[in-house]
C-alpha cells in the first residue's frame, strides 16, 4: 500500500540490482567537482569579479562547508547555489531551477557540473556567457 499526500507518477519498478552502481557512479562524477570549486574560487579572485570586497567569503560562509562528494545531490545543490549566490555575482547562467527540478541526481551533478565550468570559462575570458 502507497499513501501520498500529492499526486505522483510510477515511472517503473523499483530498480535494486542497479542502486549500488548508479550511486558508485555518481559518487566518482561528483569528485570532479572538488577541483572545479577550488578553480572557479581562484578565478573568481584573481580576476577580481566579487561585486563587493568580501562577497565570496560571505557567500562560503552563507552556505557552510562544502558537502563531500559521497553526497553527490547535496554538493550539486551547493554548487548551484555556489555559482548563483543571492546577491547575484553575475557570473553564470542560472542553474538552481534545473539542479532543483532534475530528475536523478546524475542530472543535478551534469548540470552542475556544466554551469560551473561554462562560469569558469566566462570568468576567465576563454568564453564569454552573455
Do not use: C
Amino acid at each position: 500500500e502507497l499513501k501520498a499526500l500529492r499526486h505522483f507518477k510510477v515511472l517503473g519498478p523499483a530498480e535494486h540490482d542497479g542502486d549500488i552502481t548508479r550511486a558508485k557512479e555518481d559518487v566518482k562524477l561528483a569528485e570532479t567537482l572538488v577541483p572545479l570549486v577550488d578553480e572557479w574560487t581562484a578565478t573568481l579572485m584573481e580576476m577580481g569579479k566579487e561585486r563587493y570586497d568580501g562577497q565570496l567569503a560571505d557567500i562560503l560562509k552563507d552556505l557552510g562547508d562544502m558537502p563531500e562528494a559521497k553526497a553527490p545531490g547535496e554538493l550539486a545543490i551547493w554548487v548551484a547555489a555556489l555559482v548563483n549566490p543571492i546577491p547575484a555575482l553575475g557570473v553564470a547562467y542560472e542553474i538552481r531551477p534545473a539542479v532543483l527540478s532534475a530528475s536523478s541526481v546524475r542530472e543535478r551533478l551534469e548540470v552542475a557540473i556544466e554551469g560551473i565550468r561554462g562560469s569558469i570559462d566566462h570568468i576567465s575570458g576563454k568564453r564569454k556567457l552573455f
